[in-house]
């Protein structure tokens, strides 16, 4: 099972999206709402967008620049053709903005949180879709001040 898949206890699993803010922003994404979450090249991450269910939560997290998470998205689509992909071999969700964090949790808060440890943005940090456990979920939400 992966860590994305533990928090299906509450019929959700949890997630981290990348993206480079100059590229395409939290606030691009708050004002465009419902958003293909398109261009991921890489299987496993693809693995992951396919893994994803309507309804479950992820972390929008600025690569690059800032690298910090920002805010919070939905999965408003599950996995279909991915319509930048010409050759029709990988998937994009659409992701619905929820809400921004109260406080952006940086790349080196979460590196210096041993209570972060295991986390799959720490592990394999060039992976831009990646599941993120319940405890660790929960966690984050704290660090970032969002509540329930």
């Known amino acids: 099972m992966s860590a994305g898949q533990r928090g299906r206890s509450l019929g959700l699993s949890y997630w981290l999206v990348k993206s480079e803010p100059d590229a395409f922003s939290w606030d691009q994404q708050v004002a465009n709402g419902v958003e293909p979450w398109t261009g991921v090249r890489n299987h496993q991450a693809a693995a992951n967008l396919r893994a994803m269910r309507r309804g479950d939560r992820a972390f929008f997290y600025h690569s690059v620049t800032g690298k910090a998470i920002v805010g ?56 831009s879709v990646a599941p993120v456990s319940e405890a660790h979920w929960r966690h984050i939400c704290g660090l970032g001040g969002v509540r329930g």
Request: charged share 30%.
């Open 72 to 127: 919070i998205v939905e999965v408003a689509r599950e996995a279909y053709p991915d319509p930048t992909d010409a050759e029709g071999k990988w998937v994009c969700v659409d992701m619905k903005a929820l809400r921004p964090v109260t406080r952006p949790v940086t790349l080196a808060a979460m590196k210096s949180d041993p209570a972060l440890e295991g986390l799959a943005l720490l592990r394999q940090s060039r992976l």
